[in-house]
């Protein structure tokens, strides 16, 4: 089977999902690293490559692939929930508290091959690979991605562009 099917298979039934199940969810997936390969893509107008594979009504699916050294810009995900899973490479993720109008640095830390990190409603990250491989995940958001707020560095802190 292919990445699509077993996605279409696994996620079509999802109705109003939690992350805790969209996590479940993305674990289900054979080979998800393998069968990823041909969904890869290169940046384009981004620092990083995103393709939307899979969307319905309740829930989208991307794979993102951010080359060594490159990052995500600092951003939320609207009134979305998520879960990634690295399927290559490693992810440094780097959690921002705001401040109104500004954002702050909190924490960061690695997500390894294999790993998922959770992605509640209202959180502000960015996502980073610091080595000198690439870094591939799987990335399931619901509902599908709309109104999200990106972050732009001014003097010193995040604000919101």
């Known amino acids: 089977m292919e ?3 077993y996605i279409h298979d696994i996620f079509n039934g999802l109705k109003n999902p939690s992350v805790k199940d969209l996590a479940t969810a ?3 997936i054979p080979n998800a690293a393998k069968l990823s ?3 890869i893509q290169e940046p384009d107008q981004y620092a990083y490559g995103r393709n ?4 319905n009504n309740e829930l989208e699916v991307i794979v993102i692939h951010i080359p060594p050294n490159k990052e995500t810009a600092v951003h939320d995900h609207g009134q979305s929930i998520g879960c990634a899973m690295v399927l290559e490479g490693k992810l440094l993720n780097s959690i921002y508290r705001s401040t109104g109008k500004h954002a702050e640095l909190s924490k ?3 997500v390894h091959e294999g790993e998922c990190l959770i992605s509640t ?3 502000i990250h960015k996502m980073s690979n610091p080595t000198s491989e690439r870094m591939v995940s799987l990335h399931v958001y619901s509902p599908p991605l709309e109104d999200m707020a990106v972050f732009e560095e001014q003097r ?4 919101n562009s």
């Not at 010193?156 to 604000?159: F, I, K, L, R, S």
Request: no cysteine; aromatic share 22%; charged share 20%.
């Open 52 to 55: 939307a594979i899979y969307r």
């Open 37 to 39: 390969q041909p969904y």
């Open 121 to 123: 409603k209202g959180l």
């Open 26 to 28: 993305l674990k289900q």
């Open 156 to 159: 010193g802190v995040m604000e």
């Open 3 to 5: 990445l699509y099917e």
């Open 108 to 110: 960061s830390y690695f």
